[in-house]
């Protein structure tokens, strides 16, 4: 994502996965990118600041080169586990 006078479009990351495997790359992409990432950073500046670019990031989220999926992936299962509708809640409690 980058808007503005500079956009940056689509990059191919995967192709031909299933749904699982699908929901898993974007599942640790995100991860990744949290823990990586600057503090309000976009992830088009992101991917053009980290070394390797996209090739790294691929093999970081689908072939686990840096040994961190596991963690990546217990990661979302403990955001997913904790995450509240805010909204939800407003409205069972006006």
Do not use: C, K, Q
Not at 25 to 49: G, P, Q
Not at 76 to 94: F, K, Q
């Amino acid at each position: 994502g980058n808007g503005g006078t500079t956009p940056r479009h689509a990059d191919l990351l995967a192709t031909d996965l299933d749904t699982t495997a699908l929901i898993r790359v974007i599942d640790r992409f995100l991860m990744f990118y949290i823990r990586t990432a600057d503090r309000l950073e976009r992830t088009s500046a992101w991917l053009e600041r980290l070394e390797g670019g996209l090739d790294h990031l691929r093999a970081v989220v689908m072939d686990d080169s840096l040994g961190i999926a596991a963690d990546l992936d217990a990661l979302m299962e403990r955001h997913v586990a904790h995450h509240t509708d805010e909204w939800a809640a407003v409205l069972a409690d006006p």
